[in-house]
Protein backbone atom coordinates (compact mmCIF):
# COMPACT_ATOMS: atom_id res chain seq x y z
CA UNK A 1 0.00 0.00 0.00
CA UNK A 2 0.91 3.95 -0.79
CA UNK A 3 0.37 6.11 1.19
CA UNK A 4 0.41 9.73 0.19
CA UNK A 5 1.26 12.30 3.07
CA UNK A 6 -0.78 15.21 3.91
CA UNK A 7 0.08 18.58 1.82
CA UNK A 8 -0.60 21.91 4.46
CA UNK A 9 -2.16 24.76 1.89
CA UNK A 10 1.09 27.70 1.75
CA UNK A 11 -0.24 29.45 4.31
CA UNK A 12 -3.29 31.37 2.87
CA UNK A 13 -6.47 30.28 2.17
CA UNK A 14 -4.94 28.87 -1.21
CA UNK A 15 -5.69 25.54 -2.96
CA UNK A 16 -3.08 22.47 -3.34
CA UNK A 17 -3.44 20.35 -6.14
CA UNK A 18 -2.43 17.68 -8.17
CA UNK A 19 -2.10 16.38 -11.46
CA UNK A 20 -2.99 12.96 -13.35
CA UNK A 21 -0.37 10.05 -11.84
CA UNK A 22 0.29 7.25 -13.96
CA UNK A 23 -0.43 4.31 -11.96
CA UNK A 24 0.96 1.08 -11.99
CA UNK A 25 -1.63 -2.18 -12.29
CA UNK A 26 -1.90 -3.94 -8.92
CA UNK A 27 -4.42 -6.63 -7.99
CA UNK A 28 -4.63 -4.74 -3.98
CA UNK A 29 -6.68 -1.67 -3.48
CA UNK A 30 -4.28 1.48 -3.20
CA UNK A 31 -4.41 4.55 -0.89
CA UNK A 32 -4.39 7.93 -2.16
CA UNK A 33 -4.58 10.84 0.24
CA UNK A 34 -3.30 14.35 -0.18
CA UNK A 35 -0.48 14.96 -2.22
CA UNK A 36 3.53 15.02 -1.24
CA UNK A 37 5.08 18.09 0.25
CA UNK A 38 6.91 18.92 -3.16
CA UNK A 39 3.65 19.37 -5.49
CA UNK A 40 2.83 22.18 -6.71
CA UNK A 41 0.40 24.20 -5.26
CA UNK A 42 -2.53 27.22 -5.99
CA UNK A 43 -1.09 30.94 -4.83
CA UNK A 44 -4.36 31.72 -3.82
CA UNK A 45 -7.93 29.62 -4.44
CA UNK A 46 -11.67 30.20 -3.10
CA UNK A 47 -14.50 27.42 -3.03
CA UNK A 48 -18.25 28.62 -2.48
CA UNK A 49 -21.40 27.00 -2.78
CA UNK A 50 -23.22 27.70 -6.08
CA UNK A 51 -27.00 28.10 -5.34
CA UNK A 52 -27.83 29.43 -9.08
CA UNK A 53 -30.22 26.18 -10.06
CA UNK A 54 -28.24 26.32 -13.84
CA UNK A 55 -28.04 22.40 -14.89
CA UNK A 56 -25.02 23.89 -16.92
CA UNK A 57 -21.31 23.64 -15.71
CA UNK A 58 -18.15 24.84 -16.93
CA UNK A 59 -14.39 24.10 -16.40
CA UNK A 60 -11.79 27.01 -18.10
CA UNK A 61 -7.96 26.92 -18.09
CA UNK A 62 -6.71 30.22 -19.06
CA UNK A 63 -3.21 31.13 -18.45
CA UNK A 64 -2.39 31.38 -14.90
CA UNK A 65 -5.86 30.13 -13.87
CA UNK A 66 -8.07 27.20 -13.08
CA UNK A 67 -12.15 28.43 -13.33
CA UNK A 68 -14.53 26.32 -12.62
CA UNK A 69 -18.38 27.20 -12.83
CA UNK A 70 -21.56 24.83 -11.40
CA UNK A 71 -19.36 21.96 -10.79
CA UNK A 72 -20.13 18.79 -8.67
CA UNK A 73 -17.62 17.44 -5.87
CA UNK A 74 -17.41 14.49 -7.83
CA UNK A 75 -16.35 16.57 -11.15
CA UNK A 76 -13.39 18.23 -9.49
CA UNK A 77 -12.01 14.63 -8.70
CA UNK A 78 -12.71 13.23 -11.84
CA UNK A 79 -10.73 16.40 -13.33
CA UNK A 80 -8.33 16.36 -10.85
CA UNK A 81 -7.12 12.26 -11.33
CA UNK A 82 -8.08 12.25 -15.04
CA UNK A 83 -10.49 9.83 -14.51
CA UNK A 84 -14.24 8.88 -15.63
CA UNK A 85 -17.81 8.25 -13.84
CA UNK A 86 -17.33 4.76 -13.98
CA UNK A 87 -14.04 5.03 -11.86
CA UNK A 88 -15.35 6.30 -9.07
CA UNK A 89 -17.64 5.17 -6.58
CA UNK A 90 -18.58 6.18 -3.27
CA UNK A 91 -19.49 8.94 -0.69
CA UNK A 92 -22.46 11.11 0.44
CA UNK A 93 -25.01 12.13 -2.40
CA UNK A 94 -23.61 15.58 -1.79
CA UNK A 95 -21.20 15.37 -4.30
CA UNK A 96 -23.11 14.60 -7.11
CA UNK A 97 -26.00 17.25 -5.88
CA UNK A 98 -24.23 20.25 -4.48
CA UNK A 99 -22.69 23.00 -7.28
CA UNK A 100 -19.48 24.52 -6.28
CA UNK A 101 -17.53 27.66 -7.68
CA UNK A 102 -13.95 27.68 -7.64
CA UNK A 103 -11.69 30.16 -9.07
CA UNK A 104 -7.66 29.32 -8.45
CA UNK A 105 -4.63 31.00 -9.34
CA UNK A 106 -1.39 30.31 -9.89
CA UNK A 107 1.95 31.89 -8.25
CA UNK A 108 3.04 33.79 -11.15
CA UNK A 109 7.14 32.74 -10.13
CA UNK A 110 5.95 29.38 -10.51
CA UNK A 111 8.02 29.39 -13.78
CA UNK A 112 7.96 25.72 -14.97
CA UNK A 113 3.73 26.02 -14.78
CA UNK A 114 3.30 28.84 -16.68
CA UNK A 115 5.89 28.42 -19.57
CA UNK A 116 5.40 24.33 -20.10
CA UNK A 117 3.30 23.62 -22.95
CA UNK A 118 -0.68 23.33 -22.46
CA UNK A 119 -0.90 19.75 -21.76
CA UNK A 120 1.85 20.01 -19.24
CA UNK A 121 0.05 23.17 -17.73
CA UNK A 122 -3.24 21.05 -17.49
CA UNK A 123 -0.97 18.39 -16.24
CA UNK A 124 0.37 20.87 -13.26
CA UNK A 125 -3.22 22.05 -12.43
CA UNK A 126 -4.75 18.56 -12.16
CA UNK A 127 -1.66 18.43 -9.37
CA UNK A 128 -2.30 21.33 -7.67
CA UNK A 129 -6.26 20.26 -7.63
CA UNK A 130 -5.30 17.32 -6.06
CA UNK A 131 -3.93 18.40 -2.97
CA UNK A 132 -6.87 21.30 -2.84
CA UNK A 133 -9.27 18.37 -2.69
CA UNK A 134 -7.10 16.87 -0.23
CA UNK A 135 -7.11 19.67 2.00
CA UNK A 136 -9.96 21.56 2.20
CA UNK A 137 -12.48 18.60 1.45
CA UNK A 138 -10.61 16.45 3.27
CA UNK A 139 -10.18 13.76 0.78
CA UNK A 140 -8.87 10.47 0.48
CA UNK A 141 -9.24 7.61 -2.16
CA UNK A 142 -8.80 4.14 -2.56
CA UNK A 143 -7.72 2.26 -5.95
CA UNK A 144 -7.90 -0.97 -7.96
CA UNK A 145 -7.47 -2.11 -11.72
CA UNK A 146 -10.41 -4.23 -12.89
CA UNK A 147 -11.07 -5.48 -16.52
CA UNK A 148 -14.18 -3.80 -17.84
CA UNK A 149 -16.02 -2.82 -20.94
CA UNK A 150 -14.87 -0.27 -22.28
CA UNK A 151 -15.25 2.17 -25.81
CA UNK A 152 -12.54 2.89 -27.92
CA UNK A 153 -13.23 6.25 -29.84
CA UNK A 154 -12.21 6.00 -33.74
CA UNK A 155 -12.31 8.29 -36.62
CA UNK A 156 -15.86 6.97 -38.93
CA UNK A 157 -15.28 6.23 -42.71
CA UNK A 158 -15.08 9.67 -44.38
CA UNK A 159 -13.23 11.30 -41.36
CA UNK A 160 -13.49 13.80 -38.69
CA UNK A 161 -15.91 16.94 -39.48
CA UNK A 162 -14.47 19.46 -37.34
CA UNK A 163 -11.22 21.31 -37.44
CA UNK A 164 -8.26 22.41 -35.78
CA UNK A 165 -8.93 25.53 -33.61
CA UNK A 166 -7.56 28.80 -35.13
CA UNK A 167 -7.45 30.47 -31.36
CA UNK A 168 -3.93 31.64 -30.92
CA UNK A 169 -2.43 29.69 -28.20
CA UNK A 170 -2.03 31.47 -24.65
CA UNK A 171 1.00 32.91 -24.19
CA UNK A 172 2.23 33.12 -20.25
CA UNK A 173 0.89 35.56 -18.77
CA UNK A 174 2.48 38.88 -18.54
CA UNK A 175 0.41 40.83 -16.05
CA UNK A 176 -2.31 39.87 -13.26
CA UNK A 177 -5.06 40.17 -15.46
CA UNK A 178 -3.71 37.98 -18.10
CA UNK A 179 -5.69 34.84 -16.60
CA UNK A 180 -9.39 36.78 -17.37
CA UNK A 181 -12.02 34.48 -19.08
CA UNK A 182 -12.19 35.00 -22.44
CA UNK A 183 -9.19 35.05 -22.92
CA UNK A 184 -8.36 33.87 -26.46
CA UNK A 185 -6.67 31.08 -27.07
CA UNK A 186 -7.99 29.77 -23.49
CA UNK A 187 -9.42 25.93 -23.53
CA UNK A 188 -12.69 25.61 -22.34
CA UNK A 189 -15.42 22.32 -22.04
CA UNK A 190 -18.93 23.55 -21.48
CA UNK A 191 -21.66 20.48 -20.89
CA UNK A 192 -25.26 21.18 -20.75
CA UNK A 193 -28.35 18.61 -21.02
CA UNK A 194 -27.60 16.75 -24.39
CA UNK A 195 -24.58 19.07 -25.26
CA UNK A 196 -20.96 19.58 -25.31
CA UNK A 197 -19.24 22.34 -26.66
CA UNK A 198 -15.34 22.37 -26.70
CA UNK A 199 -13.07 25.18 -27.40
CA UNK A 200 -8.92 24.75 -28.15
CA UNK A 201 -9.56 21.01 -26.32
CA UNK A 202 -7.92 17.88 -27.27
CA UNK A 203 -9.70 14.67 -28.70
CA UNK A 204 -8.41 13.12 -25.37
CA UNK A 205 -11.32 15.82 -23.26
CA UNK A 206 -13.64 14.82 -25.59
CA UNK A 207 -13.35 11.29 -24.71
CA UNK A 208 -12.94 12.01 -20.78
CA UNK A 209 -16.63 13.77 -21.51
CA UNK A 210 -18.08 11.08 -23.40
CA UNK A 211 -16.99 8.51 -20.75
CA UNK A 212 -19.70 10.40 -18.46
CA UNK A 213 -22.28 9.96 -20.83
CA UNK A 214 -22.24 6.85 -21.80
CA UNK A 215 -21.42 5.16 -18.60
CA UNK A 216 -18.21 3.22 -19.68
CA UNK A 217 -14.60 4.80 -20.11
CA UNK A 218 -13.95 6.08 -23.40
CA UNK A 219 -10.25 5.39 -25.21
CA UNK A 220 -9.21 7.87 -28.01
CA UNK A 221 -7.89 5.78 -30.65
CA UNK A 222 -8.90 8.61 -32.89
CA UNK A 223 -4.69 9.80 -33.65
CA UNK A 224 -5.84 13.37 -33.86
CA UNK A 225 -3.30 15.31 -31.84
CA UNK A 226 -4.48 19.02 -32.67
CA UNK A 227 -6.53 20.86 -30.28
CA UNK A 228 -10.34 21.45 -31.88
CA UNK A 229 -13.58 23.28 -31.72
CA UNK A 230 -15.98 20.92 -31.26
CA UNK A 231 -20.30 21.27 -30.57
CA UNK A 232 -22.04 17.98 -30.03
CA UNK A 233 -25.92 17.79 -30.03
CA UNK A 234 -27.73 14.81 -28.53
CA UNK A 235 -30.71 13.60 -27.26
CA UNK A 236 -30.44 12.16 -23.79
CA UNK A 237 -31.12 8.90 -22.33
CA UNK A 238 -32.16 8.23 -19.19
CA UNK A 239 -29.76 5.48 -18.70
CA UNK A 240 -26.97 7.69 -19.68
CA UNK A 241 -25.78 11.22 -19.52
CA UNK A 242 -24.47 10.46 -15.69
CA UNK A 243 -22.40 13.65 -15.61
CA UNK A 244 -25.27 15.91 -14.68
CA UNK A 245 -26.35 15.49 -11.22
CA UNK A 246 -29.79 13.69 -10.54
CA UNK A 247 -32.32 15.99 -8.79
CA UNK A 248 -31.41 19.38 -10.43
CA UNK A 249 -33.60 21.06 -12.64
CA UNK A 250 -32.89 23.79 -15.05
CA UNK A 251 -35.22 26.10 -13.43
CA UNK A 252 -33.54 25.41 -9.59
CA UNK A 253 -36.96 24.39 -8.53
CA UNK A 254 -36.10 20.69 -7.59
CA UNK A 255 -38.85 19.33 -10.34
CA UNK A 256 -37.07 17.14 -13.34
CA UNK A 257 -36.32 18.18 -16.06
CA UNK A 258 -38.66 18.04 -19.27
CA UNK A 259 -38.64 14.60 -21.27
CA UNK A 260 -36.31 14.65 -24.55
CA UNK A 261 -37.17 14.98 -28.26
CA UNK A 262 -37.34 11.37 -29.09
CA UNK A 263 -36.80 12.07 -32.52
CA UNK A 264 -33.66 13.71 -31.83
CA UNK A 265 -30.39 11.46 -32.33
CA UNK A 266 -28.52 9.30 -29.89
CA UNK A 267 -25.40 9.89 -28.41
CA UNK A 268 -23.59 7.37 -30.71
CA UNK A 269 -25.61 8.49 -34.06
CA UNK A 270 -24.93 12.18 -33.12
CA UNK A 271 -21.07 11.47 -32.79
CA UNK A 272 -21.06 9.72 -36.49
CA UNK A 273 -23.28 12.08 -38.09
CA UNK A 274 -22.08 15.63 -37.00
CA UNK A 275 -18.15 14.65 -35.74
CA UNK A 276 -17.55 12.03 -38.22
CA UNK A 277 -16.55 9.93 -34.82
CA UNK A 278 -17.70 6.55 -33.87
CA UNK A 279 -17.45 4.54 -30.90
CA UNK A 280 -16.30 0.87 -30.79
CA UNK A 281 -17.04 -1.70 -27.70
CA UNK A 282 -14.12 -3.12 -26.11
CA UNK A 283 -12.62 -4.82 -22.90
CA UNK A 284 -9.96 -3.36 -20.78
CA UNK A 285 -8.08 -2.82 -17.66
CA UNK A 286 -9.53 -0.05 -15.72
CA UNK A 287 -8.80 1.75 -12.72
CA UNK A 288 -11.23 2.17 -10.64
CA UNK A 289 -11.16 4.60 -7.34
CA UNK A 290 -13.49 4.42 -3.77
CA UNK A 291 -14.20 7.24 -2.13
CA UNK A 292 -13.11 6.87 1.84
CA UNK A 293 -13.76 9.82 3.27
CA UNK A 294 -14.58 13.29 1.94
CA UNK A 295 -16.24 16.68 3.93
CA UNK A 296 -17.74 19.67 2.74
CA UNK A 297 -15.39 22.43 2.72
CA UNK A 298 -16.20 26.25 4.53
CA UNK A 299 -15.97 28.59 2.47
CA UNK A 300 -14.06 31.28 1.27
Known sequence: MIKLLPQRMRGIMAAAVAGPIILALMNAPESWAQAPESSPAFEVASIKVNHGGDRRIA????????????VPLKFLIQFAYKIKDTQLS???????????????????A??????????ERTKRIQLMLRSLLADRFKLTLTH???????????????????????????APPASSNSGAM????????????GEINMSGAPIAMLAD??????????????????????????TPDAGTGMMMPHGAGDGGDGKAPPPPDASGPSIFT????????KLESQKGPVETYVIAHVEKPSEN
Open 182 to 193: GQKGQRMVRMGR
Open 110 to 119: DADGQNADPE
Open 59 to 70: LMLPPGRLTATN
Open 270 to 277: ALQEQLGL
Open 144 to 170: ETKELPVYALVVAKGGPKFHESEAEPP
Open 90 to 108: GGPGWIDSERYDVEAKIDE
Open 209 to 234: TLSNQVGRTVLDQTGLKGNYDIELKW
